[in-house]
């Protein structure tokens, strides 16, 4: 699932010695032959888990959708102070016993012990979690500072050695356990920055000093917070390898909702941006000329050698599909699926732009 960038052929890297996005594959007695499926980018999902019974069913409808895409995983969101705890562990559940998906259970050490943390890991790997977002996580509302519970966990990094603990303290008092890990091993993702963590006013620097410490406390790999141009994630891939980051760092997407996401992230969107889809006609105008600066941004992540991208969705299908069909990313979905309300047929132009983190709608931006 998050298996590190192979090295590539020096001639299909960039100048700062990334990879560079390939569309064929090894050369098979003198042909190039196309990539297979497994060699495409990743694609990958953000989902939170419904405020209200009601809103259920639209959740699945929307899965089932999202699922005719073939994404490598889906990730759950988990409120401020666990206060989302059951509703994600539900969803986990079901995403679980229900489809082929694979689920990452988002986790928090926000006004948690690391006692009741130990309980939560616990319940998600007894249900058969094998996936987690490990994130400090955002203060609960009408709470200004972040502060550790007294008896809990201060960073992320604390978080990924917990769980790395956990799991191995269940494999050594079970042999049958330990098989079951080799077969599914525990995957560890973490959250990264493009231009520093805006909520604490951390620098870039800072954030990949930070990404150095959660990759040597056991992370697979980072998925990165809201960004809207590719270079800002090129410059972090950048300055972390110059660092010593290895593990991959998959850029996440947001197609809508920006004003929304500035709030609660703090991270700007461009006057340009707002500009653009403020001089559209109507709403499919917008819809199609947001559709197209995404398929701009993700194509130059894609194109600078990032290994896929992670879409926030809203619990919504319509647009995140519409991106990924422009990017050639969306595995078929298309087939047999209705347009986007308002079109007459999805745009063709569209892609996935890796502007990464929805803060979960639950007031937790990724730390």
Known sequence: ??????????????????????????????????????????????????????????????????????????????????????????????????????????????????????????????????????????PPVGQPDWQPHPDGLHTAGELVELLREIESRRCAGSPSQAVRARVRPLSIAVAAFPRGNAATGGTRAQDVASLLAKQEAGADFAITQVFFDAEAYLGLVAEARDAGVTIPIIPATDPARLL????????????????????????????????RAGVDLVQGVLDGGAPGVHLYTFNQHHAALDLLEGAGLDGGARDGRQAAPGSARPIPTAAPAPTATDPTHEGQTPR
Request: aromatic letters at 4%.
């Open 1 to 138: 699932m998050s298996a590190p960038v192979p090295a590539e052929d020096p001639s299909t890297a960039t100048a700062d010695g990334t990879p560079s996005r390939r569309t064929t594959g090894p050369h098979v007695n003198g042909e190039v032959r196309p990539l297979a499926a497994v060699d495409r980018p990743t694609v990958s999902f953000e989902l939170f888990p419904p405020r209200n019974p009601d809103a259920a069913p639209r959740l699945w409808d929307t899965i089932q959708h999202l699922a005719d895409a073939h994404p490598d995983f889906v990730s759950v969101t988990y409120g401020a102070s666990g206060k989302t705890r059951q509703t994600t562990r539900a969803l986990v559940r079901r995403l679980l016993r229900e489809t082929s998906l694979n689920p990452i259970a988002h986790l928090t050490c926000v006004g948690t012990s690391r006692e009741e943390i130990t309980t939560i890991v616990e319940e998600f790997l007894d249900e058969g979690a094998r996936s987690f977002l490990a994130l400090r996580g955002d």
């Open 260 to 291: 929304r996401v500035q709030d609660l992230t703090g991270v700007p969107v461009p006057r340009d941006l707002l500009d653009l889809l403020g001089a559209a006609d109507d709403d499919l105008d917008r819809h199609r000329r947001g559709i």
